[in-house]
């Protein structure tokens, strides 16, 4: 009972400091948020990149009578609906007035495409360059502009060889005056380009899918938002695990843990008390941080077992690390390199400032997992990919295990200095 | 150990080295008694030992050696009991700032197992009695420095001691402030409790206690009523003499003179030990006048305990 209100005593006071509140709860959800306003959600994968202002220069002159005109279908392919997410497509009458407008930052890119290009699209004979000027600034647009462009030569490079290949069959068959059948197969190609930038159910349109991961939790979350957030609730749990263990430095220098030690306490109720108020300020912490960040920021943040093995050992590990560290210094004052340095050190280390990275060198992960945060930042992950709770209980364990060991050290390390 | 004829503290050969074997020997097997109802005083200048005593029978402390026995028991043996039944108030203010007076009240009042309404009542009872009723709900942290030392004391009273062990509860405050912390004292001690009182400061110790040890680099070098003690140094009085100029030969000269006890400087005051100061103060003039130096004031004092910690240990008590 006296351990329980020795606890309450350091929660209640802990629920008073501003400064605590403001590092337990406000500091993580604003940096988290900052990060994802900073940069405009382009780590969500959901689709908010600006879309790239197009100006599409057409030069092409198709030979007379020729139902095949390529500059005009590429034209098509560049307007087309399906476009419209990625790219805002005007049309100019000069390559001088397109260039000018991208020098001007009035548009992003401009595509020229030649005079020769549906010649050089039938039969290959010769050379034709599709020109794309583009603000050097720009790094992801031009690459998916790149692309599309490809994409659409090399249909209009099998259509060459699909014509060649058919006049060649008919030459063999015997079949008469297969060159005047050519419009035929031009005209039914021209409908089969036409048909494929429909909106819906289209040959093209189909041959691909885009697919996000099939997990329910996270489908309607942003999954590299959700793991910054983890990142920082990692950080500060472990900040505040520190912060409170080191309340008993604090009583000591205030003289209130020896008035303690002059009740009729055992000492050891008495510091487990504090540990209980560790525990308690990381489990309310992580709570209120977890609700709200689905509140704020819409994570999902995996099935409510996984979930609690995630938090509990997250829990564990920081507050045996907070007591260890505490255990170490012999006054608060010295408490800036524990906090500033270690802390930060080890969070570096785990990850946790570059969870949102791509791609992360092998040696950085290797060393992820010397770290108390790199098993944290491992369990999160897991729990935000929806992973089972079985997959969780290695990250777990080994949380459990070393919070427990340092837990006993830092306690074991107090009982003696307070003998 | 039982309890015996009134006695409810009981220290018998006492020490404690810090860092044995070669650390400070800081209390060197002392004894005493304190009988019920009694306020018993240590006095002694900063570093005799006063405060390792209080830790050792408050259980902040193990001893290096002996023993000591509070309502019988002991605190080596059973802590916990021993510690039952006194009320601690530390030298420093002991609170939390951030919670207010009730809480804190409340909250040391579980740590002595105290529990709902008679906790509740009792904290009721401490707030009139240290006269912070009317502040109940304010923070301790906005408290002026004589508020927090009176409620530093209530705290000890919560759970009606039968021995409050007190060790320099009025270091550093204000007149006022002291004089109602005194007052409380013997209020505290003319409703039954018993009082263990620490203090550097001679006159705390006079007008309080019934029964006074005067403590030495560990040591108790005297112990008795105030005028058992004074009667230590027999018909001596007190010099104080001031100087124009701090001089080692003068100081030597005085030593000299006939009637001269004991001469202890510092800087320009001089405390001395005579026989008869009407026979020996032109002795002095005389000699000050053949060093050069001028006598600016001349104060001749009863015996006190002042002049009885001067006797005993050629040193003045606030050395």
């Avoid at chain 1, 495409?113 to 720009?138: E, H, R």
């Avoid at chain 2, 009317?134 to 530093?152: A, H």
């Avoid at chain 2, 058992?228 to 009085?237: A, M, N, P, Y």
Wanted: glycine share 10%; hydrophobic share 45%.
């Amino acid at each position: 009972m006296k351990l329980l209100n020795i606890a309450l005593k350091d929660l209640s006071r802990i629920s008073r400091s501003p400064f605590g509140i403001g590092m337990a709860l406000v500091v993580p959800l604003l940096i988290t948020g900052l990060i994802y306003f900073a940069f405009g959600g382009i780590s969500s994968g959901g689709g908010s990149l600006a879309p790239a202002r197009v100006v599409v220069v057409n030069l092409d002159q198709p030979p007379a009578g020729s139902p095949f005109a390529a500059g005009p279908l590429l034209e098509q392919v560049l307007v087309g609906t399906q476009m419209a997410s990625l790219m805002q497509v005007t049309t100019s009458p000069s390559e001088g007035a397109a260039r000018l407008a991208v020098e001007n930052k009035q548009a992003d890119m401009a595509v020229v495409i030649p005079a020769n290009f549906t010649q050089v699209a039938l039969n290959g004979s010769s050379k034709a360059s599709l020109l794309v000027y583009f603000d050097p600034v720009l790094q992801v647009q031009p690459k998916i502009l790149e692309a599309i462009l490809r994409d659409t030569l090399d249909g209009f490079s099998g259509t060459g060889i699909a014509i060649a290949t058919l006049l060649e069959g008919w030459k063999q068959l015997g079949l008469p005056d297969g060159e005047s059948q050519i419009p035929l197969v031009e005209r039914l190609y021209v409908e089969w380009i036409r048909n494929s930038q429909a909106p819906e159910g289209s040959a093209i349109g189909s041959a691909f899918v885009l697919q996000k991961p099939a997990a329910p939790q996270t489908a309607d979350s942003n999954p590299l938002l959700a793991q910054t957030m983890a990142g920082m609730m990692i950080f500060f749990v472990f900040y505040s695990g520190a912060v409170v263990a080191m309340n008993i430095l604090q009583e000591d220098e205030q003289g209130t843990l020896a008035r303690l030690f002059s009740t009729p306490t055992a000492k050891g109720q008495i510091l487990l008390g504090k540990l209980v108020s560790v525990l308690l300020v990381m489990v309310i912490q992580t709570i209120l941080l977890l609700l709200l960040s689905s509140l704020f920021f819409g994570i999902h943040w995996g099935s409510p077992l996984s979930l609690v093995l995630a938090d509990l050992g997250t829990i564990a590990i920081a507050g045996g690390l907070g007591l260890f560290l505490m255990s170490l210094i012999r006054s608060s004052r010295q408490s800036g390199p524990i906090l500033g340095g270690v802390l930060t050190l080890t969070a570096m280390l785990g990850g946790l400032f570059t969870v949102s990275l791509p791609s992360i060198p092998k040696a950085f992960q290797v060393a992820n997992l010397f770290t108390p945060q790199g098993w944290a930042l491992r369990a999160w992950k897991l729990s935000l990919s929806g992973a089972s709770p079985v997959d969780l209980l290695v990250p777990f364990a080994v949380m459990l295990v070393s919070g427990l060991i340092l837990f006993a050290v830092g306690l074991f390390r107090f009982k003696r200095r307070y003998a | 150990m039982e309890e015996t004829q009134g006695v409810i503290l009981d220290v018998q050969d006492l020490s404690k080295q810090y860092d044995p074997p070669k650390g400070i020997l800081a209390v060197d097997g002392i004894s005493f008694q304190i009988r019920h109802g009694e306020i018993f005083s240590l006095l002694g200048p900063n570093g005799a030992g006063k405060t390792t005593t209080i830790s050792i029978l408050c259980g902040l402390l193990q001893p290096t050696k002996g023993d000591a026995w509070i309502f019988g028991h002991s605190v080596r043996r059973e802590p916990l009991l021993a510690k039952e039944q006194i009320g601690v108030v530390p030298q420093e203010v002991a609170l939390y700032p951030d919670l207010s007076a009730r809480e804190n009240l409340s909250f040391w009042g579980k740590m002595y197992g105290m529990r709902g309404s008679i906790l509740k009542q009792r904290v009721d009872e401490v707030l009139q009695i240290v006269g912070l009723a009317q502040r109940e709900k304010g923070r301790v942290g906005k408290f002026s420095g004589g508020m927090k030392r009176r409620l530093n004391i209530g705290v000890a009273l919560l759970h009606k001691p039968r021995l409050i062990i007190m060790d320099e509860p009025t270091a550093g405050i204000d007149p006022q402030s002291r004089r109602h912390i005194l007052d409380s004292v013997k209020e505290l001690n003319r409703e039954g409790s018993s009082v263990l009182y620490t203090t550097h400061y001679m006159e705390e110790a006079q007008e309080l206690s019934h029964r006074i040890a005067i403590m030495d680099h560990g040591t108790i070098v005297a112990l008795g009523t105030h005028q058992e003690l004074v009667k230590i140094i027999g018909e001596q009085d007190r010099v104080e003499l001031t100087v124009s100029q701090s001089s080692q030969s003068l100081w030597e000269a005085w030593r000299a003179c006939e009637g001269v006890q004991n001469v202890v400087a510092d800087g320009t005051l001089a405390q001395l030990l005579v026989e008869d100061s009407n026979r020996v103060l032109p002795h002095l003039f005389e000699a000050a006048a053949a060093t050069g130096v001028r006598i600016t004031s001349v104060q001749i004092q009863e015996p006190n305990l002042e002049s009885v910690f001067l006797h005993l240990t050629g040193r003045a008590l606030r050395d």
